[in-house]
């Protein structure tokens, strides 16, 4: 199963690279193996919220997502499989952005390999992770309102995969224009 393979992939990528940016490593071992523990639950989620985009919104269903709208399948899975003691925090939405991210940079790497231009990733990596827009109507960062609206988005069982790969594909162009 192709999907799944993928899945494991990038999953194990991305969960190294989460757990190296975690300052206690006991913090980052304790969250490795709770997220370890629910991979096949996430993995199945990620597989049906694929396969629902793919047949609700794409004319061929046979033709892979672009990588925003992967993310977004991920992400959504993550939120909606991965249980945490305070729910009333939005912390795990924060955890599902990071995780988003880092998948994020994993595509965004194997394309400017594929172009022969690393001049995104290069940018992506001298920041620190991307570098998003100045919030124009108060003064949260940009970070805080996503993971804020995520979590209202969940909470009432409205997370959309459009609405979010559209936000990913906002971050990503917003960074390849800091290149010009």
Known sequence: MPAERNFNAIFDIALREIANRFPNKSDAIVFCRKLKDCKRD???AYIAVRNDVKHTYMRNPNDPLDR???VSSF??????NFQTKTEA???LERVAIS???HILKIFIREDCKDHNDMS???LIERNGGF????CECDDEPYIDNWALGLHYDRKRNRLSVLS???VLFLIEQHNRNLIY
């Open 164 to 166: 979010l790969s559209n």
């Open 75 to 80: 992400m959504i899975a993550f939120l909606e």
């Open 68 to 70: 925003h709208k992967c």
């Open 42 to 44: 996430i993995c199945n």
């Open 89 to 91: 925090s939005i912390g």
């Open 120 to 122: 995104l990733i290069n």
């Open 131 to 134: 570098k998003f827009p100045k």
């Open 99 to 101: 995780m988003g991210l």
